[in-house]
C-alpha cells in the first residue's frame, strides 16, 4: 500500500513532535513543509530560522515559505500538478484560500489545540487558562473558509492542572497530537472518521496576545490575576507600574491576607499585594532596567515600596 501523502503546513513549535512523528509513519510521506517566512529578531536584528524548518531539512523535506499564501499561485499550480492526499495545518498562522482546501485528494486537515467550537483563533491555550477552564483538548477538523468553523472528526481531551502555565501546557498539547493525531489521518483516510458540524452558538473567539494584555489590575480577584499569571508565563508575563517604571511579577501564589486593590504589605522576607478579595504574595519580581530579585534583596533596594499602592 503506498503511504498517503500530505502538505504540512506549520510554524509554532507546538507541532514539532507530530512532524517528527510524520516523518517516521510509514503510512505517511511528507511532500513538503509550508511555514512562515523567517524573520529577524534580538537586538542584532539576526535572521532566525524557525525550528520546524530545520528538522524539515535534516529530513530533505521540501520547504516553502510563501509571505502570503493566497496570492502565491505558483506554489498551488506546482502542487495542482500532483495532488497530495491531505493538507494537514499545526499552528500555520495563515488562513488557506478555498483554491488551497480544494487541493487535496482527501480532505484539508486542521489540528487545533481547543476543544471547538470554544476558543476558536490564535491563541486558545492561553485563553483556556485566562478563561479559568480546567479541561481542554485536541480537535482535528476539516478546513473551511472560515476560521476555526469547520466539521469535526476527533476531539482528545487534557486536564489543565492547578498551577500550570501556559508554556508548560503547550508541551502536552504537543505530545498529545504526537500520539493520537497520526492514527485519526489514518482513519479519515480510511474512510472511518465522521465528521460533525460545530455548534455554532457555542463558539468563541480568542485574539492574538498583545504586551499590554499583561497589565495587571488589582480591582481584579487573585485568582483572575492568577490565570492572567498562568497564561502569560512566558510572554507577555504581567507587570505593574511603580515609579513610572514597568515592574515584572515573575512568581506570585495568592495568599490568604486581605488588602486593599493594589496596597503592598511587606515583613522581612515577603510582599504582599491586595486585589479586590485578598492579596497576592510575590516570590520573584523584576524592576524595569534592574535585576530578577527575590523579595528580601528587592525590598532592601526599594524600601519605599513597602509603602506604595500599585496602580490598576
Known amino acids: 500500500m503506498q503511504p498517503y501523502t500530505l502538505i504540512f503546513f506549520s510554524t509554532g513549535e507546538i507541532s514539532i513532535p507530530l512532524f517528527e512523528k510524520l516523518l517516521v509513519d510509514s503510512r505517511f510521506k511528507i511532500l513538503g513543509l509550508v511555514c512562515q517566512p523567517d524573520r529577524s529578531s534580538g537586538r542584532d536584528l539576526e535572521i532566525q530560522e524557525k525550528a520546524i524548518k530545520k528538522l524539515a531539512l535534516n529530513a530533505s523535506v521540501a520547504i516553502y515559505q510563501p509571505e502570503k499564501l493566497s496570492i502565491e499561485t505558483a506554489l498551488l499550480d506546482q502542487f495542482e500538478a500532483n495532488p497530495p492526499d491531505f493538507l494537514l495545518s499545526f499552528s500555520y498562522g495563515q488562513i488557506l484560500s478555498e483554491d488551497w482546501l480544494a487541493l487535496p485528494k482527501i480532505a484539508p486537515l486542521n489540528v487545533h489545540p481547543s476543544l471547538l467550537p470554544k476558543f476558536r483563533g490564535p491563541t486558545p491555550i492561553q485563553s483556556a487558562i485566562l478563561n479559568g477552564e480546567t479541561e481542554s483538548g485536541i480537535t482535528l477538523m476539516k478546513m ?29 498539547f504537543a505530545q498529545m497530537a504526537a500520539e493520537k493525531i497520526p492514527d485519526a489521518i489514518a482513519q479519515v483516510a480510511e474512510g472511518v472518521a465522521v465528521f460533525k458540524e460545530q455548534d455554532t452558538g457555542a463558539a468563541t473567539v480568542c485574539k492574538l496576545i498583545e504586551r499590554e494584555d499583561g497589565r495587571i489590575d488589582f480591582k481584579e480577584s487573585a485568582q483572575k490575576i492568577m490565570n492572567q499569571f498562568r497564561a502569560y508565563t512566558p510572554w507577555p508575563g504581567i507587570f505593574a507600574t511603580y515609579q513610572g517604571k514597568r515592574l515584572k511579577l515573575l512568581d506570585i501564589e495568592i495568599a490568604d491576607e486581605a488588602l486593599e486593590p493594589g496596597k503592598v504589605h511587606c515583613t522581612k522576607h515577603e ?22 530579585l527575590h523579595p528580601e534583596a528587592f525590598i532592601a533596594g526599594q524600601p519605599d515600596f513597602c509603602q506604595s499602592s500599585l496602580p490598576s
Do not use: R
Open 271 to 292: 510582599i504582599l499585594i491586595g486585589t479586590s478579595d485578598g492579596a497576592l504574595k510575590v516570590k520573584l519580581l523584576q524592576l524595569e532596567g534592574k535585576t530578577v
Open 144 to 172: 473551511s473558509k472560515g476560521m476555526d468553523e469547520g466539521p469535526i472528526a476527533f476531539q482528545f481531551k487534557i486536564k489543565i492542572p492547578a498551577h500550570v502555565s501556559s508554556a508548560l501546557l503547550f508541551d502536552d
